[in-house]
DNA sequence: TAAAAATACTCCATAGGTATTTTAT
DNA sequence: ATAAAATACCTATGGAGTATTTTTA
């Protein structure tokens, strides 16, 4: 069978005219009856019921009707979703991101997309960590990741989107929550809360930098996994803690955040994804990022 | 656009190889890629990336391909719900009854439906007099009524499915209520609540034509249109009816029913579907119908 | 008897086959 | 060097056209 039957039959059951049904359809009567014959008789069904003076459909008719017309919308339908996908305009997209893009690049991405492209839709793999976004993009788990460099992974596509600096949080009450802005070396004495040293995390790296910068190590240092929890920490008043700026976005009562001096250290973020051509709704979605961030 | 172009791109994508999916297909390799290409060109959308050493699927391939599936499928569902169809094994029946089919009737049909031809479904009308029945079937908006003859239209079937006594229904705590059985004269003075008298209801008549046989007429007739209402009259003391005697099975506290003797006059319940041969799922719904009714 | 579907046949477009070339690893 | 897809060309199936017959209201 092939889909010209079903075109035929729909013409047919709509027109109820054999003689107007080809008109039509552009072709001659006979042919079209012998495609109609033909189709019932693969069916085993007979679909109309046909006298010289009209032609009825009969209940396997009026129900195959529905269907055929159905099944011809969906072909349609397939190849115009085809070509959205090849234009980037519809897919899906993995994204992986760490606890740092989830407060502001996160969000307003989704946004702009949701205008933009609403053919596109995300699957957000919540908060990983740079490493293990590599991993994930190679092996394919993840289309595209929100990440730290460095990426030390030749076969990713790395582009950074923006750099901000370290700022800091503290507890709100804590005596250096009252200055507008702080002095690095001013938290030298202070219990730390950063992330876990044994993944390999660019922020913890960068803290350690930021501090032995500043001309100190610093001390009593508890680990926690997501940034929520560690801005939850501070707040708490268990410690202070050092993050990249847009963390900010993230208010939680009880802690404050303060930029900083006596660090030049920047963090960066940047996007990744598996270097090849063939990911349209990938590319839309990453010059739309690009656009977004490396903008302002 | 025909299915071949479908069933052909499966099978290449299943087998991400033109020589293999064209050995499936009993054809030879050349008039695959052929058919393929033409595909893509139709589309106007690339949806196979093809090397000499391998062939991978683009974005647009992968989506089109589970659409493809689907149409596929459904173009097989379609045949084979027409051919249910056609033998009855599934389709669609709009009913009509009166309110004595309601309390068991109804029930026990719709039972052995569903687990006899679970591929019928019924749409049941609700409550409707003879005379709209026979009006309702003869516009189309009903398939089959279950009413209570004598139908005046010879372009209806009808098949008459039992027959039943009269039965009284008086208040529990009525004088009467304490015999197990009652001589309908022994109502002659009591208030009556029946059908409406304007509209035709056959049952109705039976009541005027039963009492009329016993030497009465029923004084004091209050009239309500559903025989549930009818019945809750009675169980709050406003009267007395006389119903068939399967309104038995609508129980409800208060109300007693009671055999009469006195009368001979019975009702009937039918079936009724426009004549004609092409309803197969109706046929079948009939023929059940009569197989459970008529057995008994 | 007239309108419309079915039948009989003819033709040609194109699906499919065969032989060969091109290409990428 | 080789496996596999593409190209070139040929064949023949079957979709579509024309002429005619059959059917039924």
Redesign the pocket.
Known sequence: M?L?HLR?FVVVAQE?????A?ARL?????????????LEAELGVQL?L??????ELTAAGERYLERAQAVLAAVEAAGNEAVMVSLGDAGHVAIGFTGSATYEVLPALARALRRDLPGITLDLKGEMLTPDQATALLEGTLDLGFLRPPVRESRLEVRVLRSEPLIAVLPEQHPLARRSVLRLKDLRDEPFIGYPSHRRSTVHEAVLEACDQAGFVPGELQEVAETSTLVSFVAAGLGVALVPESVRHLQITGAAYRPLTGTTRRVELAAAMLAGPDRPALRRVLERAEALFTGD
């Open positions: 092939e010209r035929y109820r005219h054999f003689g107007r080809a552009h072709i001659a009567q006979p042919p079209l009856s012998q495609q109609i014959r033909r109309l046909r006298t010289t003076r009209r032609v």
